[in-house]
Structure formats: structure tokens, C-alpha cells
């Protein structure tokens, strides 16, 4: 489990979000909404020790962050950040590096990091682009390769930022289904959205963030009906029942 407690965080010393509390939970899917600016992937980083906080803690099962070595991290949380350069590498070789945090100086790969590798491209919908070079993808093709990337780490946590871009309607779907499946596993799933809807329908609880604090947290029902996601975003949020769940739309 990652909690945060506390969290003041930015840049230059200047908080973006300030005393934010919550916790990415094994067995949930957690997604962190709120308007453009407003603090998502700051928070994201923060949580994965890629950004120092500026006030509170981060604990992984407990323990701080900052008192772990990088590699015992990697091995707690994985990360598939929003955009990547793009080497001139093939897909299967950029999903083995997901299992640096598991080799030893000088890095060579066993057959499990191979068979991680491949079954991590295989749950990512990614299999048939292993053997192609990373810059002749597109962009929706490397989503899914960095992806793979994230789930060959095997973490118990992981955290992505706007994993859904560049991808189709359909792969958005699928990618939200991995990571139902993820939390159904035992992971802690946390993901940042601008897919209002969807990712309401896959979260199990929303952070919602706005004016640099957290304005709501809890289930998708409570965010929902507490108003704040209205007052965040500065439009009128409808909803219809359907056999998959509750659609949400703008007004």
C-alpha cells in the first residue's frame, strides 16, 4: 500500500498541492481527477519518489519512502508515465526494462525476465508489436508498449499517468479493463484521467483535486454526489443507468 500523508508538493519550493491524504490500496483501482494544472501528475511523481515532498510523507507498506533503496522502491511501485521518448530499440526489449530493478551489475537477462517480458506485452494488448522498433510505432502502439513495460516490473503498486492517451475508443476500454484486473489480482492501481466517464466507471475511489487541494475522496457514488466534481471542473455532470453501470456525461 502507498500512503500519503500530508503531501505538500511542486516545484522550485512552490506547492502545487498542499496536505493531501490518501492511499493507493491493494485490491482497488484509485483514479486522481480534477481540471488541467490542478496537480495530478505532480502528486503521481511525488508518490514514486520522483519529486521530493515538500511537507509530509510517503509510506510503502509503512515504511518511508525516502529510507529505501531506489531498487527496493522499483520492486514496490511501477510507473507508466504519460509521455516517453521514443529509442530506436524493439517493443520486447523496451518491456525487459521493467525488469531492471530485479538484476544485478553487469544487467543480463534470465529466461523469467524474457517470460515476464513476454507476458506482460501479452496483457497489454502488445504481443504482435514485440519485434518492431519503438520509433516506428504509433503513438497509441507505444502506450501499450510502455504499459507492458510497467506491468514486467510485477510490482504490488502501480501508478499511470493518462494511460488512455493517444489510444482509440476500444483500447481505452481495454486498457481500463487491465487495470480492473490488476486490482482484482491484489494490486493497488492508481491512474490519473481526463475521461471523466470512464474513469469513474473503473474506479473503485476518486482523488479529487482542486485549487491545489483535495476537494473530494471516496467512491465514484460519494464524489459524485457530494457536487465537488461540478464545482471542479465548472460544468453540470449528468448521469444515466445502464446494464454496464453508470454512464456520466456533461451538460
Known sequence: MIELCHISAGYDGRPVV?????????????????????????????????????????????AALQTLAPAEAARKAAYMPQNRYAPRIEARRMALHGRFPYLSFPRQYRAADYAAADAALEAAGAAELAGRMMDTLSGGQRQKVYLAMALAQEAPAILMDEPTTWLDPKHQLEVMATARRLAAGGRAVGLVSHELSLALRTADRVALLAGGKLAAWGSPEEVYRSGALEEAFGVKIGRFETEKGWQYYYL
Open 18 to 62: 498542499e496536505d493531501v491524504s490518501f492511499a493507493f490500496r491493494p485490491g482497488e483501482v484509485t483514479v486522481l481527477l480534477g481540471p488541467n494544472g490542478c496537480g495530478k501528475t505532480t502528486l503521481l511523481k511525488t508518490a514514486l519518489g520522483l519529486l521530493a515532498p515538500l511537507a509530509g510523507q510517503v509510506l510503502y507498506d509503512g
